[in-house]
Protein backbone atom coordinates (compact mmCIF):
# COMPACT_ATOMS: atom_id res chain seq x y z
CA UNK A 1 0.00 0.00 0.00
CA UNK A 2 1.33 3.21 -1.10
CA UNK A 3 2.56 5.80 2.31
CA UNK A 4 0.27 7.92 2.62
CA UNK A 5 1.19 11.82 3.92
CA UNK A 6 1.35 12.34 7.48
CA UNK A 7 -2.24 13.42 8.51
CA UNK A 8 -2.64 17.10 10.19
CA UNK A 9 -5.35 16.65 12.93
CA UNK A 10 -7.31 13.50 12.49
CA UNK A 11 -10.60 16.16 12.96
CA UNK A 12 -10.04 17.85 9.47
CA UNK A 13 -7.58 15.70 7.74
CA UNK A 14 -8.08 11.70 8.21
CA UNK A 15 -6.96 8.95 5.94
CA UNK A 16 -8.05 6.03 6.49
CA UNK A 17 -5.27 4.68 4.47
CA UNK A 18 -2.63 5.89 6.98
CA UNK A 19 -0.58 3.41 8.63
CA UNK A 20 -1.29 4.61 11.96
CA UNK A 21 -5.01 4.36 11.39
CA UNK A 22 -4.66 0.86 9.99
CA UNK A 23 -2.68 -0.70 13.40
CA UNK A 24 -4.94 0.78 15.50
CA UNK A 25 -8.12 3.11 14.49
CA UNK A 26 -9.54 2.86 18.02
CA UNK A 27 -7.48 5.38 19.98
CA UNK A 28 -8.51 7.93 17.17
CA UNK A 29 -11.99 6.83 16.92
CA UNK A 30 -12.15 7.26 21.16
CA UNK A 31 -10.75 11.26 20.13
CA UNK A 32 -12.88 11.88 17.76
CA UNK A 33 -15.99 11.01 19.40
CA UNK A 34 -15.31 13.56 22.59
CA UNK A 35 -14.12 16.19 20.00
CA UNK A 36 -15.44 15.57 16.92
CA UNK A 37 -17.69 12.77 16.14
CA UNK A 38 -17.74 13.43 12.61
CA UNK A 39 -14.73 13.88 11.22
CA UNK A 40 -14.33 15.36 7.74
CA UNK A 41 -11.25 15.29 5.36
CA UNK A 42 -10.74 16.61 1.28
CA UNK A 43 -7.71 14.12 0.81
CA UNK A 44 -9.92 12.06 -1.48
CA UNK A 45 -12.97 13.99 -2.22
CA UNK A 46 -14.50 15.67 0.67
CA UNK A 47 -15.28 13.16 2.97
CA UNK A 48 -16.92 12.54 6.26
CA UNK A 49 -16.29 10.14 8.91
CA UNK A 50 -18.48 9.34 11.81
CA UNK A 51 -17.71 7.89 14.91
CA UNK A 52 -20.43 7.51 16.90
CA UNK A 53 -22.93 4.60 17.28
CA UNK A 54 -26.23 6.29 16.94
CA UNK A 55 -24.74 8.69 14.38
CA UNK A 56 -23.58 5.92 11.75
CA UNK A 57 -27.17 3.62 12.48
CA UNK A 58 -29.10 7.02 11.47
CA UNK A 59 -27.04 7.80 8.44
CA UNK A 60 -27.81 4.02 7.28
CA UNK A 61 -31.37 4.30 7.60
CA UNK A 62 -31.57 7.41 6.08
CA UNK A 63 -31.49 6.38 2.80
CA UNK A 64 -33.20 9.30 0.61
CA UNK A 65 -30.42 11.61 1.49
CA UNK A 66 -27.46 9.14 1.76
CA UNK A 67 -27.54 7.20 -1.29
CA UNK A 68 -25.59 3.70 -2.19
CA UNK A 69 -24.22 4.54 -5.59
CA UNK A 70 -21.16 4.95 -4.87
CA UNK A 71 -20.14 2.66 -1.80
CA UNK A 72 -16.22 2.45 -2.28
CA UNK A 73 -14.33 3.94 0.76
CA UNK A 74 -11.39 5.01 -1.82
CA UNK A 75 -13.05 6.63 -4.78
CA UNK A 76 -12.00 4.92 -8.00
CA UNK A 77 -9.03 7.26 -9.29
CA UNK A 78 -8.75 6.18 -13.12
CA UNK A 79 -9.91 6.54 -15.76
CA UNK A 80 -13.69 5.29 -16.10
CA UNK A 81 -14.17 3.14 -19.49
CA UNK A 82 -15.57 4.19 -22.32
CA UNK A 83 -18.11 1.42 -22.51
CA UNK A 84 -18.70 -0.10 -18.69
CA UNK A 85 -20.20 -2.98 -18.32
CA UNK A 86 -21.57 -2.46 -15.11
CA UNK A 87 -24.21 -0.38 -15.97
CA UNK A 88 -25.22 -0.72 -12.37
CA UNK A 89 -22.60 -1.27 -10.20
CA UNK A 90 -22.84 -4.05 -7.94
CA UNK A 91 -26.30 -4.54 -7.14
CA UNK A 92 -27.95 -4.70 -4.43
CA UNK A 93 -25.17 -3.49 -2.48
CA UNK A 94 -24.42 0.22 -4.80
CA UNK A 95 -28.14 0.55 -5.45
CA UNK A 96 -31.18 2.14 -3.53
CA UNK A 97 -34.26 1.39 -3.93
CA UNK A 98 -36.59 -0.20 -6.44
CA UNK A 99 -33.25 -1.76 -8.36
CA UNK A 100 -31.93 -2.52 -4.32
CA UNK A 101 -35.37 -4.61 -3.89
CA UNK A 102 -35.58 -6.67 -6.61
CA UNK A 103 -31.88 -7.64 -6.71
CA UNK A 104 -31.75 -8.00 -3.02
CA UNK A 105 -34.22 -10.29 -3.19
CA UNK A 106 -32.94 -12.84 -5.77
CA UNK A 107 -29.65 -13.21 -3.57
CA UNK A 108 -31.14 -12.91 0.43
CA UNK A 109 -32.47 -17.06 -0.67
CA UNK A 110 -29.06 -18.33 -1.18
CA UNK A 111 -27.53 -16.86 2.14
CA UNK A 112 -30.73 -17.78 3.97
CA UNK A 113 -29.95 -19.98 7.66
CA UNK A 114 -31.36 -22.93 5.81
CA UNK A 115 -29.16 -22.68 2.43
CA UNK A 116 -26.10 -22.03 5.07
CA UNK A 117 -26.69 -24.70 6.59
CA UNK A 118 -26.03 -26.40 3.82
CA UNK A 119 -22.34 -25.35 3.32
CA UNK A 120 -21.40 -26.05 6.89
CA UNK A 121 -20.08 -29.42 5.78
CA UNK A 122 -18.52 -28.53 3.27
CA UNK A 123 -17.13 -25.60 5.66
CA UNK A 124 -15.98 -28.07 8.12
CA UNK A 125 -14.20 -30.64 6.22
CA UNK A 126 -12.49 -27.35 4.48
CA UNK A 127 -11.15 -26.14 7.61
CA UNK A 128 -9.89 -29.31 9.28
CA UNK A 129 -8.14 -30.69 6.15
CA UNK A 130 -6.42 -26.67 5.71
CA UNK A 131 -5.39 -27.58 9.75
CA UNK A 132 -3.93 -31.04 9.15
CA UNK A 133 -1.83 -29.38 6.35
CA UNK A 134 0.02 -27.16 9.07
CA UNK A 135 -0.56 -28.49 12.08
CA UNK A 136 3.00 -31.12 12.04
CA UNK A 137 4.86 -28.29 11.76
CA UNK A 138 3.70 -26.33 15.13
CA UNK A 139 3.28 -23.02 13.41
CA UNK A 140 1.63 -21.17 10.59
CA UNK A 141 0.46 -18.26 9.05
CA UNK A 142 -3.28 -18.16 10.80
CA UNK A 143 -4.11 -15.28 8.46
CA UNK A 144 -2.39 -16.73 4.94
CA UNK A 145 -2.46 -20.55 5.51
CA UNK A 146 -6.30 -20.50 6.80
CA UNK A 147 -7.99 -17.60 7.61
CA UNK A 148 -7.79 -16.31 3.72
CA UNK A 149 -8.03 -19.77 2.46
CA UNK A 150 -11.96 -20.50 3.58
CA UNK A 151 -14.22 -17.84 2.25
CA UNK A 152 -13.04 -18.12 -1.49
CA UNK A 153 -13.43 -21.97 -1.50
CA UNK A 154 -17.33 -21.69 -0.21
CA UNK A 155 -17.77 -18.80 -2.62
CA UNK A 156 -16.26 -20.95 -5.18
CA UNK A 157 -19.01 -23.52 -4.04
CA UNK A 158 -22.47 -21.24 -4.53
CA UNK A 159 -21.39 -19.96 -7.57
CA UNK A 160 -21.05 -23.05 -9.23
CA UNK A 161 -17.60 -22.35 -9.96
CA UNK A 162 -14.01 -24.81 -9.60
CA UNK A 163 -12.49 -24.43 -6.32
CA UNK A 164 -9.16 -23.99 -7.71
CA UNK A 165 -9.96 -20.62 -8.52
CA UNK A 166 -9.95 -19.55 -5.13
CA UNK A 167 -6.13 -18.18 -5.34
CA UNK A 168 -7.36 -16.22 -8.37
CA UNK A 169 -10.54 -14.60 -6.87
CA UNK A 170 -8.66 -13.74 -3.42
CA UNK A 171 -6.13 -11.86 -6.15
CA UNK A 172 -8.82 -10.47 -7.39
CA UNK A 173 -10.28 -9.36 -4.48
CA UNK A 174 -7.34 -7.71 -2.84
CA UNK A 175 -6.28 -5.59 -6.29
CA UNK A 176 -9.81 -3.94 -5.63
CA UNK A 177 -10.48 -3.68 -2.50
CA UNK A 178 -7.25 -3.32 -0.46
CA UNK A 179 -5.21 -2.17 -2.96
CA UNK A 180 -8.00 0.40 -4.07
CA UNK A 181 -6.01 3.21 -3.78
CA UNK A 182 -4.08 2.03 -6.88
CA UNK A 183 -5.73 2.69 -10.05
CA UNK A 184 -4.09 -0.32 -11.69
CA UNK A 185 -4.34 -2.89 -9.71
CA UNK A 186 -8.02 -1.54 -9.18
CA UNK A 187 -8.19 -1.76 -12.63
CA UNK A 188 -6.75 -4.99 -13.21
CA UNK A 189 -9.08 -6.59 -10.61
CA UNK A 190 -12.32 -5.57 -11.91
CA UNK A 191 -11.26 -6.72 -15.23
CA UNK A 192 -10.53 -9.80 -14.32
CA UNK A 193 -13.42 -10.71 -12.70
CA UNK A 194 -15.45 -9.54 -15.29
CA UNK A 195 -13.83 -11.52 -17.96
CA UNK A 196 -14.46 -14.66 -15.68
CA UNK A 197 -17.97 -14.00 -15.22
CA UNK A 198 -18.46 -13.14 -18.98
CA UNK A 199 -17.21 -16.45 -20.05
CA UNK A 200 -19.45 -18.18 -16.73
CA UNK A 201 -22.04 -16.48 -17.95
CA UNK A 202 -22.08 -17.48 -21.44
CA UNK A 203 -21.30 -20.86 -20.91
CA UNK A 204 -24.46 -21.28 -18.32
CA UNK A 205 -26.65 -19.57 -20.98
CA UNK A 206 -25.89 -22.84 -22.84
CA UNK A 207 -25.68 -25.07 -19.88
CA UNK A 208 -27.70 -24.57 -16.67
CA UNK A 209 -26.78 -25.76 -13.42
CA UNK A 210 -27.84 -26.25 -10.10
CA UNK A 211 -25.90 -22.56 -9.04
CA UNK A 212 -26.27 -18.81 -7.73
CA UNK A 213 -25.13 -18.14 -11.49
CA UNK A 214 -27.49 -20.31 -13.29
CA UNK A 215 -30.91 -19.17 -11.35
CA UNK A 216 -29.73 -15.45 -11.65
CA UNK A 217 -29.82 -15.83 -15.41
CA UNK A 218 -32.79 -17.79 -15.53
CA UNK A 219 -35.02 -15.71 -12.87
CA UNK A 220 -37.44 -12.80 -13.46
CA UNK A 221 -38.24 -9.88 -12.06
CA UNK A 222 -41.43 -8.39 -13.12
CA UNK A 223 -42.18 -10.79 -15.96
CA UNK A 224 -38.98 -10.19 -17.50
CA UNK A 225 -35.76 -11.49 -17.48
CA UNK A 226 -32.88 -10.20 -15.33
CA UNK A 227 -30.10 -8.14 -17.31
CA UNK A 228 -27.02 -9.56 -17.99
CA UNK A 229 -25.18 -6.62 -16.23
CA UNK A 230 -27.18 -6.70 -13.31
CA UNK A 231 -26.27 -10.59 -13.42
CA UNK A 232 -23.10 -9.75 -13.82
CA UNK A 233 -22.69 -7.16 -11.15
CA UNK A 234 -24.79 -9.35 -8.47
CA UNK A 235 -21.90 -11.75 -9.25
CA UNK A 236 -19.02 -9.75 -9.08
CA UNK A 237 -20.46 -8.61 -5.85
CA UNK A 238 -21.24 -11.82 -4.08
CA UNK A 239 -17.25 -12.64 -4.63
CA UNK A 240 -16.10 -8.82 -3.88
CA UNK A 241 -17.81 -8.92 -0.27
CA UNK A 242 -17.55 -12.62 0.15
CA UNK A 243 -13.80 -13.77 0.56
CA UNK A 244 -11.84 -10.36 2.10
CA UNK A 245 -14.46 -9.56 4.44
CA UNK A 246 -15.16 -12.81 6.06
CA UNK A 247 -11.49 -13.76 5.90
CA UNK A 248 -10.16 -10.60 8.27
CA UNK A 249 -13.23 -11.53 10.49
CA UNK A 250 -11.47 -15.04 11.19
CA UNK A 251 -8.05 -13.29 10.65
CA UNK A 252 -8.91 -10.94 13.62
CA UNK A 253 -10.74 -13.11 16.11
CA UNK A 254 -7.41 -15.40 15.78
CA UNK A 255 -5.42 -12.59 16.23
CA UNK A 256 -7.40 -12.09 19.46
CA UNK A 257 -7.24 -15.38 20.80
CA UNK A 258 -3.59 -15.38 20.46
CA UNK A 259 -2.86 -12.65 22.43
CA UNK A 260 -5.81 -12.97 25.08
CA UNK A 261 -4.83 -16.50 26.60
CA UNK A 262 -7.78 -15.92 29.16
CA UNK A 263 -10.70 -15.88 26.16
CA UNK A 264 -8.78 -18.73 24.51
CA UNK A 265 -8.73 -21.17 27.37
CA UNK A 266 -11.93 -19.66 28.21
CA UNK A 267 -13.76 -20.74 25.09
CA UNK A 268 -12.10 -23.61 24.76
CA UNK A 269 -13.64 -24.82 28.15
CA UNK A 270 -16.73 -23.34 27.35
CA UNK A 271 -18.10 -24.30 23.93
CA UNK A 272 -21.54 -22.88 24.70
CA UNK A 273 -20.03 -19.93 24.47
CA UNK A 274 -19.62 -19.69 20.86
CA UNK A 275 -22.92 -17.87 19.68
CA UNK A 276 -22.16 -14.88 21.54
CA UNK A 277 -18.36 -15.17 21.40
CA UNK A 278 -18.83 -14.90 17.80
CA UNK A 279 -21.33 -11.76 17.81
CA UNK A 280 -18.53 -10.41 20.21
CA UNK A 281 -15.54 -10.87 18.33
CA UNK A 282 -17.57 -9.48 15.24
CA UNK A 283 -18.28 -6.03 17.11
CA UNK A 284 -14.99 -5.69 19.09
CA UNK A 285 -12.93 -6.31 15.27
CA UNK A 286 -15.81 -5.50 12.81
CA UNK A 287 -13.95 -5.48 9.20
CA UNK A 288 -16.14 -3.56 7.31
CA UNK A 289 -16.71 0.04 6.45
CA UNK A 290 -18.54 1.39 3.88
CA UNK A 291 -19.74 4.59 2.15
CA UNK A 292 -22.44 6.39 1.43
CA UNK A 293 -23.11 9.72 -1.15
CA UNK A 294 -24.80 12.78 -0.11
CA UNK A 295 -27.69 13.18 -2.35
CA UNK A 296 -28.46 16.70 -1.73
CA UNK A 297 -27.09 19.51 0.14
CA UNK A 298 -27.56 18.55 4.19
CA UNK A 299 -26.92 19.07 7.52
CA UNK A 300 -26.17 16.38 9.60
CA UNK A 301 -25.33 16.79 13.58
CA UNK A 302 -24.28 20.44 12.41
CA UNK A 303 -21.89 19.70 9.48
CA UNK A 304 -22.51 20.97 6.40
CA UNK A 305 -22.52 18.22 3.78
CA UNK A 306 -22.91 18.83 0.35
CA UNK A 307 -24.10 16.84 -2.53
CA UNK A 308 -21.39 14.50 -4.19
CA UNK A 309 -19.73 13.97 -0.81
CA UNK A 310 -18.97 10.77 0.52
CA UNK A 311 -19.88 9.41 4.15
CA UNK A 312 -18.10 6.56 5.92
CA UNK A 313 -20.27 4.31 7.11
CA UNK A 314 -17.97 3.76 10.32
CA UNK A 315 -19.65 0.51 11.76
CA UNK A 316 -16.24 -0.44 12.98
CA UNK A 317 -16.14 2.50 15.35
CA UNK A 318 -19.75 2.34 16.22
CA UNK A 319 -19.47 -0.48 17.65
CA UNK A 320 -16.34 0.65 20.16
CA UNK A 321 -18.91 3.67 21.50
CA UNK A 322 -19.06 3.75 25.10
CA UNK A 323 -22.26 5.16 24.89
CA UNK A 324 -23.64 2.24 22.84
CA UNK A 325 -21.31 -0.44 24.77
CA UNK A 326 -19.81 -0.87 28.13
CA UNK A 327 -16.51 -1.23 28.15
CA UNK A 328 -16.06 -1.30 24.31
CA UNK A 329 -12.46 -2.06 24.03
CA UNK A 330 -13.20 -5.21 26.37
CA UNK A 331 -13.90 -8.69 24.34
CA UNK A 332 -16.59 -10.11 26.60
CA UNK A 333 -17.37 -13.36 25.64
CA UNK A 334 -20.82 -13.93 26.80
CA UNK A 335 -21.59 -9.69 26.40
CA UNK A 336 -25.50 -10.02 26.87
CA UNK A 337 -26.41 -6.44 25.68
CA UNK A 338 -24.84 -6.10 21.89
CA UNK A 339 -26.43 -5.00 19.14
CA UNK A 340 -23.34 -4.35 17.43
CA UNK A 341 -23.77 -3.61 13.71
CA UNK A 342 -21.14 -5.54 12.26
CA UNK A 343 -23.00 -6.33 9.52
CA UNK A 344 -24.43 -2.88 9.00
CA UNK A 345 -27.62 -1.37 9.94
CA UNK A 346 -31.29 -0.90 7.42
CA UNK A 347 -31.84 -2.15 4.42
CA UNK A 348 -28.64 -2.75 3.28
CA UNK A 349 -28.26 -5.52 6.11
CA UNK A 350 -25.12 -7.77 4.78
CA UNK A 351 -27.03 -10.47 2.35
CA UNK A 352 -24.15 -12.86 3.10
CA UNK A 353 -24.39 -12.26 6.96
CA UNK A 354 -25.82 -16.04 7.77
CA UNK A 355 -23.09 -16.96 5.89
CA UNK A 356 -19.42 -15.24 7.29
CA UNK A 357 -21.12 -15.92 10.55
CA UNK A 358 -21.02 -19.67 9.78
CA UNK A 359 -17.86 -19.62 8.03
CA UNK A 360 -16.32 -17.13 11.52
CA UNK A 361 -17.89 -20.27 14.10
CA UNK A 362 -17.00 -23.30 11.80
CA UNK A 363 -13.38 -21.89 11.37
CA UNK A 364 -12.71 -21.54 15.14
CA UNK A 365 -14.35 -24.41 15.99
CA UNK A 366 -12.19 -26.49 13.64
CA UNK A 367 -9.24 -24.28 14.85
CA UNK A 368 -9.87 -24.23 18.78
CA UNK A 369 -10.77 -28.33 18.46
CA UNK A 370 -7.18 -28.88 16.90
CA UNK A 371 -4.77 -26.25 18.29
CA UNK A 372 -6.39 -25.15 21.91
CA UNK A 373 -3.16 -23.34 22.76
CA UNK A 374 -1.53 -20.88 20.29
CA UNK A 375 0.46 -17.52 20.35
CA UNK A 376 1.40 -14.73 18.01
CA UNK A 377 5.18 -15.73 16.97
CA UNK A 378 6.42 -12.47 16.51
CA UNK A 379 4.23 -9.26 17.32
CA UNK A 380 6.78 -7.41 14.89
CA UNK A 381 5.68 -9.72 12.17
CA UNK A 382 1.80 -9.44 12.21
CA UNK A 383 0.83 -6.78 9.49
CA UNK A 384 -2.63 -5.39 8.77
CA UNK A 385 -4.58 -4.16 5.79
CA UNK A 386 -7.06 -1.39 6.13
CA UNK A 387 -9.71 1.06 4.14
CA UNK A 388 -12.37 -0.81 3.10
CA UNK A 389 -11.81 -4.04 5.37
CA UNK A 390 -9.30 -4.54 8.57
CA UNK A 391 -8.31 -7.43 9.51
CA UNK A 392 -4.70 -8.98 9.67
CA UNK A 393 -2.70 -10.24 6.44
CA UNK A 394 0.26 -11.71 7.77
CA UNK A 395 -0.48 -13.39 11.09
CA UNK A 396 2.32 -15.88 12.29
CA UNK A 397 1.77 -18.50 15.20
CA UNK A 398 3.34 -20.77 17.18
CA UNK A 399 1.41 -24.02 18.86
CA UNK A 400 3.09 -26.84 21.31
CA UNK B 1 -41.78 -9.04 16.62
CA UNK B 2 -42.04 -5.76 14.69
CA UNK B 3 -42.03 -6.81 10.54
CA UNK B 4 -41.51 -3.29 9.99
CA UNK B 5 -38.29 -2.86 11.63
CA UNK B 6 -36.97 -6.16 11.08
CA UNK B 7 -34.22 -6.02 8.53
CA UNK B 8 -33.41 -9.90 8.55
CA UNK B 9 -30.15 -9.34 10.84
CA UNK B 10 -31.72 -13.00 12.01
CA UNK B 11 -29.66 -12.81 15.20
CA UNK B 12 -32.76 -13.62 17.35
CA UNK B 13 -32.94 -16.95 15.48
CA UNK B 14 -29.40 -17.48 15.64
CA UNK B 15 -28.74 -16.77 19.08
CA UNK B 16 -32.58 -18.30 20.26
CA UNK B 17 -33.78 -20.94 18.09
CA UNK B 18 -36.01 -21.81 20.42
CA UNK B 19 -38.25 -18.70 20.10
CA UNK B 20 -37.62 -17.33 16.76
CA UNK B 21 -38.27 -18.14 13.31
CA UNK B 22 -36.66 -17.10 10.16
CA UNK B 23 -37.30 -16.83 6.71
CA UNK B 24 -35.63 -17.60 3.45
CA UNK B 25 -35.20 -13.28 3.36
CA UNK B 26 -34.34 -13.44 6.84
CA UNK B 27 -36.89 -12.04 8.12
CA UNK B 28 -37.94 -13.30 11.52
CA UNK B 29 -41.04 -14.17 13.67
CA UNK B 30 -41.85 -15.00 17.15
CA UNK B 31 -42.57 -19.21 17.31
CA UNK B 32 -46.20 -19.50 18.34
CA UNK B 33 -48.09 -16.08 19.50
CA UNK B 34 -44.79 -15.26 21.04
CA UNK B 35 -45.58 -16.01 24.88
CA UNK B 36 -42.10 -17.00 26.32
CA UNK B 37 -42.45 -20.82 28.52
CA UNK B 38 -40.83 -20.55 32.03
CA UNK B 39 -37.17 -21.03 31.52
CA UNK B 40 -36.55 -19.61 28.60
CA UNK B 41 -36.90 -15.50 30.39
CA UNK B 42 -32.83 -15.07 29.71
CA UNK B 43 -32.92 -16.50 26.59
CA UNK B 44 -35.68 -14.41 25.07
CA UNK B 45 -33.93 -10.80 26.88
CA UNK B 46 -30.78 -12.13 25.29
CA UNK B 47 -32.48 -11.66 21.84
CA UNK B 48 -33.92 -8.54 22.44
CA UNK B 49 -30.97 -7.26 23.28
CA UNK B 50 -28.99 -8.09 20.37
CA UNK B 51 -31.63 -6.82 18.04
CA UNK B 52 -29.75 -4.14 16.00
CA UNK B 53 -32.86 -2.50 14.63
CA UNK B 54 -34.94 -2.88 18.36
CA UNK B 55 -37.42 -5.00 16.59
CA UNK B 56 -38.05 -7.18 19.46
CA UNK B 57 -40.01 -6.03 22.40
CA UNK B 58 -41.04 -7.67 25.78
CA UNK B 59 -44.46 -7.13 26.83
CA UNK B 60 -45.55 -8.26 30.60
CA UNK B 61 -48.29 -11.03 30.44
Known amino acids: MARTPAVHGWDTDFDVLDAGYIADPFRIWDELRKACPVAHSDRRGSTWLPTRYEDVVDLAHDVEHFSSLEVAVIPFDGEEPEDPVLLYGLPPISSDPPLHTSTRRLLLPWFSHRRVKGYEALTRELCATLIDGFKANGRADAAVDYAQQIPARVIAHILGVPPTLAGTFTGWVRDVLEFADDPERRAHGIEGLLTFFTEEVAHRRTEPGDDLLSELLHAEVDGAPVEESVVLGMAALVLIAGVDTTWSAIGSSLWHLATHSDDRARLVAEPSLMPTAIEELLRAYSPVTMARVVTGDVEFEGCPMKAGDRVLMNFPAANRDPEAFADPDQVVLDRALNRHVAFGSGIHRCAGSNLARMELRIALEEWLARIPEFYLSDDAEVTWAGGQVRGPRILPVVFP | ?61
Open chain 2, 1 to 61: MDPEKCEGHARCYGLVPELFNVDDYGLSTVVGDGTVPVGLEAKARLAIANCPEYAIEEIAG
